[in-house]
């Protein structure tokens, strides 16, 4: 099957017991033990749910994992994952990765004697050099938040694999439709389902697929240890998404080239940032990793009252934080996802008061460039 049919005929066609297509969505805490000296599939659902389960072999099937995870949002996944390792190990972190990320790494693990070292992940002598005898994974995301940078992904596979590192990608951005990491030598898989897998902007959600059998059951244990699983209606919300993750990625992308081209040529933008656009650094990279830009782009404007009166003035873009839903999403990097980083700092990361990062929704691009070219005015 291709991507899109598999999408669609994901494992799950119709209910065995009724032959409804839609999963139905088992609204229970528990089940009845039916034969007590007998092992039974269900018992608890914070163990295990039929809901659940539709929609972890799904995303499994989709990444090419072995095993998939739900959660209750993004951050429980990534801090699921975590939840792997041990007080004294060491993770190797690209320094561009999620805010909520970061502050996991940065904050909470660090409590516990988690401890890692952020890098600049596309020098992979920096990747390289950050080893200590007690590195134990790799922690990317490509592309990154909010300027797009690209992580060549292969190599640093390839690092892990010879010292026994476990690698792990967010894969938020480009979604198992342009970008499978797992099949290029990943071993863990993480989604913020929030966004465009869910798709709606109506749920908080997070998954996590694993490579192999045995790092499934270290994240399963770890999921039914933390508990932060997604309750049934939500993942109602995140299947129903899921079926038409293609033709809202392939409609999105469109306009995110469009737009990138635009604004590219715009007198009062003065640099743009989109993963497939000519001229990107690592445009190669990504293009031989993903099979698309996706939906995301980035731009600065000449000056940041410019900035400022772009998110004031645009009418068809939410000003708002989040990516990844069926409505343009504008976001103003230094007073949202990145407002908690030392000013010096994200001038360091090129994150300047005049930068906006665009999630591209669904409607009619050319809407979209006659507002931006008003609100830019
Ligand atoms: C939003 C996001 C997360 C966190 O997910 P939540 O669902 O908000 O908890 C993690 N990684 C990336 C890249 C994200 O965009």
Sequence with gaps: MRFGTSLVHNGYDFDKATGALG??????????????????EYDYSRSGNPTR????????????????????????????????????????TAEDIYGGSYRLFNDF?????????????SNLDAVKAALKPNTKALFLETPSNPLLKITDLKPCFDFAHE??????????FMTPYLQRPLELGCDIVIHSATKFLGGHSDVI???????????GRRVYRVQNSFGAVPGPWDIFLVLRGLKTLKVRMDESEKTARKLALFLREHKNVSAVYYPALEGH???????RQASGGGAVLSFKTDTTERARHFLKTVR????????????????YPVRMSHAAIPPAERARLGITDTLIRISCGLEDADDLIEDFDNALA
Excluded at 24 to 35: A, E, G, K, L, M
Excluded at 163 to 172: A, C, H
Excluded at 281 to 287: D, L, M, T, V
């Design 281 to 287: 650094e690592g445009r190669e990279a990504h293009a």
């Design 23 to 40: 999963v139905p969505v088992y609204q229970t805490s528990t089940f009845h033990q039916i034969d007590l000296d007998a092992a039974q």
């Design 109 to 121: 693990f660090k409590r516990w004697r988690l401890e890692h070292t952020a890098v600049d992940a």
């Design 205 to 215: 959600f997070g998954l996590a697929v694993t490579k192999t059998e045995e790092l």
């Design 53 to 92: 389960k539709a929609l972890e072999e799904a995303i499994a099937l989709l990444e090419g994992g072995a095993r998939g995870y739900a959660f209750a949002s993004g951050i429980a996944a990534v801090a699921s994952v975590l939840g792997i390792f041990s007080a004294g190990d060491h993770i190797i």
């Design 316 to 331: 068809l873009a939410a000003c708002a934080v989040s990516l990844g839903g069926v409505e343009t999403i504008a976001s």
């Design 163 to 172: 010292r026994g590192l476990i690698s792990i990608v967010d894969n938020t």
